[in-house]
């Protein structure tokens, strides 16, 4: 299994504040993403990168923003939290772009805004 | 876009039983996974399994790709098999991204 691992595990914080969730994996992997899901709801794609100064939108839109500066760290921001922001953060990376090859979770970040 | 189905959405079991989870796929996949989400909201990986059938322990999947579905065998459950159990597919039209089912909710009873 590949080493990925999100801090904090849980978040309560108050409106308007920023906030970032941190990501980082050790294997080397290319590929990263970030997942967000509701409470007994499926993982939908918020954002994923190919690799350093690589970012993209995922299927689901979402206001927070993402950066890949280095290759094992893929941080994501909400520059003022909502209470619709309240959510399960999953952070993935695979070893590269490849489509064949399984993806590892860390995890996640469980969010909630007050 | 495709789209991924998983029945039954709700499952309990009283511990010790036998249970087959299914997925349907609409389009050809490069890849597909199960994910078991415990009670704490961790995703674990269970199975990458594209096509063909492995086995780890109590656990077997198989996937029959060119009917476009997959299968989670359980065996013998136990209550720490209660979570949601996902099955998520890469294809080609989603740059490499996984894509997830809504999940099946299994409960197993003491």
């Known amino acids: 299994e590949a080493d990925i691992y999100q801090t904090p595990r849980y978040l309560v914080i108050g409106t308007g504040k920023k906030i970032t969730l941190e990501c980082s994996q050790t294997m080397g992997h290319d590929k990263m993403y970030w997942y967000q899901q509701d409470p007994g709801m499926e993982l939908h794609l918020i954002h994923y990168s190919y690799g350093v100064n690589s970012t993209e939108k995922g299927d689901l839109s979402s206001e927070s923003t993402v950066s890949r500066i280095r290759t094992e760290h893929f941080p994501l921001t909400l520059e003022s939290a909502r209470p619709s922001h309240t959510s399960q953060y999953l952070c993935?990376?695979?070893?590269?772009?490849?489509?064949?090859?399984?993806?590892?979770f860390g995890n996640g970040t469980r969010l909630t805004v007050t | 876009g495709i789209q991924v189905e998983q029945s039954p959405p709700d499952l309990i079991l009283q511990e010790g039983a036998n249970s087959t989870l299914r997925c349907n796929f609409s389009d050809s996949v490069n890849n597909l996974q199960w994910f078991h989400q415990n009670p704490w909201g961790q995703l674990i990986n269970l199975f990458y399994?594209?096509?063909g059938t492995k086995q780890n322990g109590r656990l077997s999947a198989t996937t029959v790709a060119t009917e476009r579905y997959s299968l989670l065998y359980i065996s013998s459950s136990q209550t720490t098999d209660s979570g949601v159990y996902f099955c998520?597919?890469?294809?080609?039209?989603?740059?490499?991204?996984?894509?997830f089912g809504k999940g099946t909710k299994l409960s197993v009873k003491p």
């Open positions: 998520a597919v890469r294809w080609g039209g989603s740059q490499g991204n996984l894509i």
């Open positions: 993935a990376s695979s070893p590269h772009w490849g489509e064949r090859l399984p993806l590892h």
């Open positions: 399994i594209p096509s």
